[in-house]
């Protein structure tokens, strides 16, 4: 059996809309593997938000490439968050009109608009972040082509998880008011500061684009399981694995499904990295100080090790003596990051 994500379906949609109702101009984001839960998921259900009369008509998705996956499922704007550049793909002629550009390089304007006239655009202003963005002064002279060749939909500003933006964005408003957008685009702001920002700008539309919180921000909605495909009893000298190690101590080696193939790594996923933990293993002679790491999969409840670095489709784990021996067909929870997961087979449930 594969790795399966399982969502129970009705917990997962009551918190995706208890979200958009509490996030008013909500714009959700569904890029790369669709949060683990795939694009087209994604897109259905951002459909059937808007449907619900939650007023997000926009989805945001990472790159060109992602456009069309999202376009057949969603009838609203579709807004691309990659910039476009020269070497950005054509878009289909039948959804140009329902695709935002993100320009954030004055000279990507003008070739944009000869390819595609009065396309829709935002302009994207660098942050502290400084990945992409132009500075205010570029902002001006270009938002007046954006206005007079152009739809032009807005400033945008991307934010790092850390907080300190509110000053930021203030910091920018100047700009924003001067280059006349009645829109500005953020992400990774808390519901409080952008509360504070409207009560600031009352003639300014702010839209939060999310996607962890809005898509994953229930976990209990998600259950990822592995199944035990096999288990050896191991005595201590036994030898095991690719590279033929040697059992220091005797237990069981567990065979589970899920590997590098799904995005299953060495590194668990919630830190235990830290040079400190590294340090106490050390001192308590855990089988991590013999190079050996603690694994994202579960057995009832207890985090298991690797008795080696998984491999494409399989992870082969340590289990000590005394613990329970789980059977061939049982399931194990695992712990992934959603965004770098991709499983087998989503279940839904409910
Ligand atoms: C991914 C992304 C978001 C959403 O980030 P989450 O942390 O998943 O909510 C917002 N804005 C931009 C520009 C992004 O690339």
Redesign the pocket.
């Known amino acids: 059996m594969p790795l399966k994500l399982t969502v129970d379906s009705d917990r997962w949609r009551k918190h995706v809309q208890a979200f958009a109702e509490a996030t008013p101009g909500l714009v959700p ?1 569904a ?1 790369g593997n669709g ?1 683990g839960l795939t694009l087209r998921k994604l897109a259905h259900q951002t459909e059937w938000l808007n449907e619900l009369g939650t007023g997000v008509d926009t989805l ?1 998705v ?1 790159t060109y490439n992602e456009v069309w996956e999202v376009a057949t499922r969603f009838s609203g704007s579709i807004y691309v ?1 990659t910039p476009w550049r020269p070497y950005s793909p054509e878009i289909n002629p039948e959804i140009a009109d329902r695709v935002i550009h993100t320009i954030s390089r004055p000279e990507d304007l003008p070739l944009l608009l000869e390819r595609q006239p009065n396309a829709r655009v935002i302009l994207e202003l660098v942050t502290s972040m400084r990945r992409h963005g132009m500075t205010p002064s570029d902002l001006w002279p270009t938002s007046a082509i954006a206005h007079e060749r152009a739809r032009f939909e807005g400033v945008t500003m ?1 934010f790092g ?1 850390d907080g300190g933006s509110l000053a930021e964005v203030r910091a920018q408003m100047d700009a924003v008011v001067g280059a006349e957008a009645t829109t500005v685009w953020v ?2 702001l808390s519901a409080n500061e952008l509360a504070q920002l409207r009560a600031s700008y009352g003639d300014i539309i702010f839209r939060p ?6 898509w994953l921000g229930d976990r209990g909605a998600l259950t990822v399981t592995a199944t035990v495909e096999d288990v050896h009893p191991l005595e201590r000298g036994y030898s095991y694995g690719y590279r033929g190690r040697s059992a220091l101590r005797a237990g069981h080696l567990v065979v589970a499904s899920g590997g590098t193939a799904h995005g299953i790594g060495l590194e668990a996923p919630l830190g235990d990295t830290h040079l400190r933990s590294r340090a106490l293993a050390v001192a308590r002679g855990g089988l991590d100080a013999m190079g050996q790491s603690r694994s994202p999969y579960t057995l009832d409840g207890k985090a298991l090790w690797f008795a080696e670095p998984p491999h494409m489709q399989e992870s082969m784990l340590m289990l000590p003596s005394g613990a329970r021996v789980p059977a061939v067909g049982e399931e194990l929870e695992v712990r992934v990051r959603y965004t770098a997961t991709s499983f087998d087979e989503i279940v839904l449930d409910g």
């Open positions: 984001v890029k949060y945001a990472g968050l991307h998880l992400s990774h684009r999310v996607g962890t919180g809005l």
